[in-house]
């Protein structure tokens, strides 16, 4: 399929092909998990964590489950992607804001600012905190952007209309049995409003609630978003990932999104771990020049692991399913 990839060109993407004989749309590294918590201070757990080029490597915010078991975020350097160095101590942010805890940090470029978004502890209770680095060593804590309960706030990586856009998870204090992606705009990072409700569960392993993942991904074709959703077994909650795909300019309309999932829990770093059976995908690092995508994904509450796919091959599959 002919399409276009909207972003710069990166070479070195941490990559390997798909194996011989899979004709799986997405694949494993065959190194995972790229990231465990050994080695690093109080670490109990090392997962949904967000990475993003950085000059000619790479730099991310981790979510660190601590050996008391709070949620914390740590900065993490890499030059290859793969092999990654992770800060023992936490982030201290400036800015004076209230952070109680912080999981599930997704990072987007937008002009020369890391604008970090997470789940953040807020008088006890989840929202979308929101932070600023240039050099993830000083990180600016801004306003929340929500009223509790919220999670899963992902930037859009420019303005659309001439404001900032970010998808959300509205949810409730616990584990949420229910769950839409909503969307809302913003003129300065800090107001948010003009909510929409783009995309609600389905049926299968999206049947419970869904939420986004990576930052999304500008095309010549639309947006396109990685997703976790999520299932109620009789033993607890499943996460696996899709795609969708939003129009450019109205990222509330669906162009197509999957019914079958991309990648559910399969190898035992997905199966076993602090919460069984779950692949959440936060972070993508995307090749313009070739459509190469790598995503990286929590795996089971505990380790980080690397998938990869190519752009023009999930658009294919998408637009098949319109
Ligand atoms: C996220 C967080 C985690 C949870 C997970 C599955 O939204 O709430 O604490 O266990 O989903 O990775």
């Not at 964590?49 to 008391?68: H, L, M």
Request: proline share 7%; net charge negative.
């Amino acid at each position: 399929m002919n399409c276009k990839i909207l972003t710069s060109a990166l070479p070195n993407i941490p990559w390997e092909e798909r194996p011989a004989g899979s004709s799986e749309l997405m694949w494993r590294y065959s190194g995972n998990p790229v990231i465990r918590p050994d080695g690093i201070r109080n670490a109990n757990s090392i997962f949904n964590s967000a990475v993003v080029p950085f000059g000619d490597a790479y730099a991310g915010v981790f979510r660190v489950d601590d050996t008391c078991r709070i949620q914390r975020l740590h900065a993490g350097f890499s030059a290859d992607g793969v092999h990654w160095k992770i800060e023992d101590d936490p982030i201290v942010f400036e800015g004076g804001q209230v952070f109680e805890y912080g999981y599930d940090p997704r990072v987007c470029r937008i002009g020369d600012d890391y604008w970090v978004t997470w789940c953040n502890g807020f008088h006890g209770q989840p929202t979308i905190g929101i932070a600023v680095t240039r050099d993830f060593k000083t990180f600016t804590q801004k306003e929340n952007a929500f009223l509790p309960f919220n999670r899963n706030g992902v930037l859009f990586p420019r303005k659309i209309n001439g404001k900032y856009a970010m998808f959300s998870r509205p949810s409730d204090p616990g584990h949420t049995p229910f769950g839409d992606i909503y969307l809302s705009f913003s003129p300065d990072m800090v107001h948010w409003g003009e909510h929409k409700l783009v995309m609600s569960p389905t049926r299968g392993w999206q049947a419970l609630k869904i939420g986004a993942g990576p930052i999304p991904i500008e095309t010549d074709r639309g947006w396109l978003l990685f997703y976790h959703g999520v299932l109620l077994s009789c033993n607890g909650y499943v996460y696996s990932m899709g795609a969708a795909l939003f129009d450019l300019e109205e990222p509330w309309k669906v162009i197509a999104r999957t019914d079958a999932y991309l990648m559910a829990p399969k190898m035992d770093y997905e199966r076993v771990g602090d919460v069984p059976n779950v692949v959440f995908p936060c972070a993508a690092l995307v090749d313009g020049a070739t459509g190469r995508i790598a995503v990286y994904y929590g795996a089971a509450d505990t380790v980080t692991g690397l998938a990869f796919c190519r752009a023009e091959e999930i658009l294919a599959h998408l637009l098949k399913q319109k």
